[in-house]
């Protein structure tokens, strides 16, 4: 099992910046990778950025490429997405997942989730 603990969401102004933090616990070795995804009101779960465990591999959505970044830290077991420019269509609810095998943007192929961070983007 994968325990995953997300923090750092907020109500932050157009333009501004946020650090989102994901901490993992438990069997993470055995994952292959981790993401992050966003559910806004009204709208389904979509896929935002992901990393490998090297770290070399970084894939994100087309909306926010170039704005955000995803990174982590293996020794925290922690995954970070840093959050810039950001616009009002960025407020959803933002989750970590992490997953045993393929399958970067689908959220079906994630088998750990964590229990979602508020971000709140004001025009």
């Known amino acids: 099992q994968v325990q995953l603990v997300e923090s750092g969401g907020g109500l932050v102004q157009a333009g501004g910046s946020l650090r989102l933090s994901c901490a993992a616990s438990g069997r993470t070795s055995s994952t292959s990778g981790m993401a992050w995804f966003r559910q806004g009101p009204g709208k389904e779960r979509e896929f935002v950025a992901a990393?490998?465990?090297?770290?070399?591999?970084?894939y994100y959505a087309d909306s926010v490429k170039d704005r955000f970044t995803i990174s982590r830290d293996n020794a925290k077991n922690t995954v970070y997405l840093q959050m810039n420019s950001l616009k009002p269509e960025d407020t959803a609810i933002y989750y970590c997942a992490a997953r045993l095998g393929s399958g970067v943007k689908d959220p079906s192929r994630y088998d750990y989730w964590g229990q979602g961070t508020q971000v709140t983007v004001s025009s």
């Open positions: 990393i490998g465990w090297s770290a070399s591999s970084t």
